[in-house]
């Protein structure tokens, strides 16, 4: 079955390094989103990604936060000076146009600790 | 913003019970995703609903969609361990938006 798949699983970093975060939708699909989940907080939306411009963000995606989809496989989030409370999981997201758009499909996340 | 407010916050019961989650809002929802998420993993779809009043099944899960589009609820019959985790509704499209989730625990 399809899956999007996340990489890395584990991502450490330093307080004001730049992170990629990687990410690989089902090959299908053309609408792409991050979310990001705190520990034991709920999922947050940050960007939904269509036709390779931004659709939607929310308060959180500011300006240290881009998205990419450098090729026909990559979607991509950057955060370029991380923080401590960029700390959290990161999940990506795809979607079929041809069922609205409305199924989001998860990948199993990357989890940024931030230093 | 739409706001999707999920009760209870915590249910814990025992194997074979039956029980019911709820999501609200007072926002109108064109559709409502339910969700699954066991720990330090992703969400996992498990039903959408689109129209108000809609019924779905899935196994022992019934899931329905309120008449004005405002609210969910999740009914699971003869509750059993595996069905142990998070569940989460969400709605909206393009910002989809999350609700903070009813942890269960169902108790061998």
């Known amino acids: 079955e399809p899956e999007v798949t996340q990489t890395p699983s584990h991502q450490v970093t330093q307080m004001g390094q730049e992170v990629i975060l990687r990410c690989v939708p089902i090959?299908?699909?053309?609408?792409f989103y991050w979310y990001r989940q705190i520990l034991g907080q709920k999922v947050e939306f940050l960007v939904s990604?269509?036709?390779?411009?931004?659709?939607?963000k929310s308060e959180i995606f500011d300006d240290q936060f881009s998205v990419e989809r450098p090729d026909g496989s990559n979607f991509t989030l950057k955060i370029r000076s991380t923080k401590l409370e960029d700390s959290a999981m990161y999940f990506c997201?795809?979607?079929?146009?041809?069922?609205?758009?409305?199924?989001?499909?998860f990948g199993a996340g990357t989890r940024l600790s931030v230093l | 913003t739409q706001l999707l407010e999920q009760s209870p916050q915590f249910l814990s019961i025992q194997e074979g019970e039956n029980l019911t989650v709820y999501c609200n809002s007072s926002?109108?929802?064109?559709?409502l995703q339910w969700y699954r998420q066991e720990p330090g993993e992703g969400p996992v779809l498990l039903v959408t609903?689109?129209?108000?009043?809609e019924v779905k099944k899935l196994k022992r899960l019934t899931f329905q969609f309120g008449d004005a589009r405002k609210d969910s609820s999740l009914h699971i019959t003869a509750a059993q361990p595996g069905d142990t985790g998070l569940y989460l509704c969400?709605?909206?499209?393009?910002?989809?938006?999350f609700g903070a989730g009813t942890r269960l625990t169902v108790k061998p």
């Open positions: 997201a795809s979607s079929d146009p041809s069922g609205g758009g409305d199924i989001q499909y």
């Open positions: 090959s299908n699909h053309l609408y």
């Open positions: 990604f269509y036709n390779n411009e931004i659709s939607e």
């Open positions: 926002s109108v929802f064109s559709s």
């Open positions: 609903v689109v129209t108000g009043g």
């Open positions: 969400a709605g909206g499209i393009d910002d989809m938006r």
